[in-house]
Structure formats: structure tokens, C-alpha cells
């Protein structure tokens, strides 16, 4: 019985240890919940945007090239290589764009981190 018993004091000795640990990483993060947010929060929203705009690019330059909605089996084609070069310059473009506001929203942080350090 006291082997028992001793185990199971090791077992909640180990997971009040973890949970020490735990709280100590949790309160020695100099990041708020508002900069958590915003440093999810601004890539993402970058990301959507940017998206957004390169499809509307896009679509206004491919009607200026191919304006009548009739097509024949040589617009298909030229429909699936346009299909495939849209998703890789969009992505590409993306992709871009959220690294970017992800620097900057990190320097952002950072900055406002240093700022409330000052105080």
C-alpha cells in the first residue's frame, strides 16, 4: 500500500511541477491577450484582403482579353492554364503579403512590448 501511495505522490508531485512551470511561462509573457490578437489577427485579415484584391485584378484583366462569355474548346484550355497560373501568382501574392504584415505586425508588438517595459 505505501508503494502505492508513494507513486501516486510522485504523480502529483510531477503534475504540480508541470503546472508551476506552466504558470511561470504564462505570467513572464510579456505579450497581452490584445497583442495575441492583433498578432493573429492583422496577417490573416492581410491575407483575405490580399486575395481579394489579386482576384479583382485578375478578373478586370482577363475581361479586357477575353470579354465575350462564348467558348469553344480552345478558350477551355486556355481556361485551365489561366485556372493554374491564377492559384500560383495568387498564392505567391498572398503569401507575400502576410509574411509582410506579419514582420510588421511582430515589430509592432515588439515596439508596444518596449513601450510598456518604460513605464
Known amino acids: 500500500m505505501s508503494a502505492t501511495a508513494d507513486r501516486v505522490v510522485a504523480s502529483m508531485n510531477k ?7 506552466l504558470t511561470r511561462q ?22 483575405m484582403i490580399a486575395g481579394k484584391v489579386f482576384q479583382l485584378i485578375w478578373d478586370a484583366v482577363t475581361a479586357k482579353i477575353h470579354p465575350s462569355p462564348k467558348d469553344d474548346a480552345e478558350d477551355k484550355q486556355r481556361g485551365i492554364v489561366a ?19 506579419t514582420r510588421g505586425t511582430n515589430k509592432f508588438i515588439a515596439h ?3 513601450k510598456r517595459e518604460k513605464k
Open 15 to 21: 503534475v504540480d511541477k508541470k503546472v508551476a512551470d
Open 83 to 101: 485556372s493554374m497560373i491564377f492559384a500560383a501568382f495568387s498564392a505567391a501574392f498572398t503569401t507575400l503579403i502576410t509574411t509582410i504584415a
Open 112 to 114: 508596444r512590448i518596449i
Open 26 to 47: 504564462r505570467t513572464s509573457d510579456p505579450e497581452t491577450a490584445s497583442d495575441k490578437i492583433i498578432g493573429m489577427a492583422t496577417p490573416a485579415l492581410s491575407g
